[in-house]
Nanobody
Framework: QVQLVESGGGLVQAGDSLRLSCAASGRTFSGYLMGWFRRAPGKEREFVAVISRNGGSTYYADSVKGRFTISRDNAKNTVYLQMKSLKPEDTAVYYC?????????????????????WGQGTQVTVSS
């Protein structure tokens, strides 16, 4: 497994931007799919974005498509989530997660059980 530590959360105003980082240590980072999930107050954790091992493919939740961008730097063992045009409904604890490649990745990337390592989360609060 890899160990994951998120950073970059904070309190921002609606319309602002924020970049989250997730640093990985342990096993070979480039061998893992990397995802971002979030849990809003009183809600279940939900999928946000995922990126393939080489960064060649990405998928997003409809709610963040066009506003969030996931990227990775395998040389730095880090995955990022650039968030723009933030809305109050983006307020949540954001988690990064790592998964070994699995079948039908392009259709099952949102399934939490496929991710074997999780970070502790970083709080993002967007005020109106």
């Amino acid at each position: 497994q890899v160990q994951l530590v998120e950073s970059g959360g904070g309190l921002v105003q609606a319309g602002d931007s924020l970049r989250l980082s997730c640093a990985a240590s342990g096993r070979t980072f480039s061998g893992y799919l990397m995802g971002w999930f979030r849990r809003a107050p009183g809600k279940e954790r939900e999928f946000v974005a995922v990126i393939s091992r080489n960064g060649g493919s990405t998928y997003y939740a409809d709610s963040v498509k066009g506003r969030f961008t996931i990227s990775r730097d395998n040389a730095k063992n880090t995955v990022y989530l650039q968030m723009k045009s933030l809305k109050p409904e983006d307020t949540a604890v954001y988690y990064c997660a790592a998964a070994r490649p699995f079948p039908d990745y392009s259709s099952n990337y949102h399934e939490e059980f496929r991710y074997e390592s999780w970070g502790q989360g970083t709080q993002v609060t967007v005020s109106s």
